[in-house]
C-alpha cells in the first residue's frame, strides 16, 4: 500500500512508477485505489468512469482501465456535496456527512469485492492510499486507506468487520488466512 502523509504528495505517481516497474519485471500488476476524490475523470473501454489517475496508472501497468481499479470516485459539486460514482456509475449526490454516515455500510463490501476481483486476476496489486493515515477522526469509517488495507490479501494483519463477507472471501482466498 502506498501511503502519504496528505493529498498531492505523490502517491498517484509513485503508484504508477511501481506499476511500470513490476510490469516491465514480467509481473501482472493492477492499480487499485478504493476512493479517489477527483473531477478528472477517465472512461474504461466500457464506457464506465474512474479517476484519471487510476486510468494513468493502468496504462503504465500495460493495462486496460476496469471500475475495479478505482470503485468509488467521490466528485465534488460544492464546498459540502459531491456527486459519488460507484462501480463507473452514478450512484448519489451526498453531502459530506451523509457520505461518511453511508460508506461504511454500504459501500465497504463493494470496495473489498472489487479489490478481490483484481486479486484474483493479477499477480499484484499496488493499493494506492487516499489522502494521508494520520486522519485519525477518519480512522473508523475509512473506506480510502487503511479501511481497504482489510481486504484480503491486501497485506495487513487485521479482519474485516463484517464477518460474512469476510468468511466468503477467506473461502476464496485461503492463502491470506
Known amino acids: 500500500m502506498v501511503l502519504g502523509t496528505a493529498s498531492h504528495v505523490g502517491k498517484s505517481i509513485l503508484t504508477a512508477a511501481l506499476c511500470r516497474i513490476f510490469m516491465r519485471s514480467g509481473r501482472r500488476v493492477a492499480p487499485f485505489k ?51 460514482i460507484v462501480q463507473g456509475r452514478i450512484w ?5 456527512g451523509e457520505y461518511h454516515t ?9 470496495v473489498v469485492e472489487s ?3 483484481l486479486a484474483e486476476k493479477y499477480e499484484l ?8 493515515p494520520a486522519e485519525i477522526n477518519l480512522k473508523d469509517v475509512s473506506a480510502g486507506h487503511l479501511g481497504a488495507a482489510r481486504a484480503p490479501g491486501a497485506g495487513a494483519h487485521t479482519r474485516l468487520r463484517d464477518q460474512q463477507v469476510s ?3 477467506e473461502a ?6
Open 102 to 110: 453511508n460508506r461504511v455500510q454500504e459501500l465497504f463490501p463493494i
Open 115 to 117: 479489490y478481490c476481483r
Open 172 to 177: 476464496a482466498h485461503p492463502r491470506h488466512y
Open 92 to 96: 448519489k449526490k451526498l453531502s459530506a
Open 34 to 84: 478504493a476512493q479517489n476524490m477527483s473531477l478528472n475523470s477517465a472512461a474504461t473501454v466500457d464506457g464506465l468512469e474512474i479517476g484519471r489517475a487510476q486510468a494513468l496508472q493502468a496504462e503504465a501497468a500495460g493495462i486496460f482501465a476496469t471500475a475495479d481499479m478505482n470503485p468509488i470516485l467521490l466528485k465534488p459539486e460544492s464546498d459540502s456535496s459531491c456527486q459519488v
Open 125 to 132: 496489486v499496488i493499493m494506492e492510499g487516499a489522502g494521508s
Open 167 to 169: 468468511r466468503r472471501f
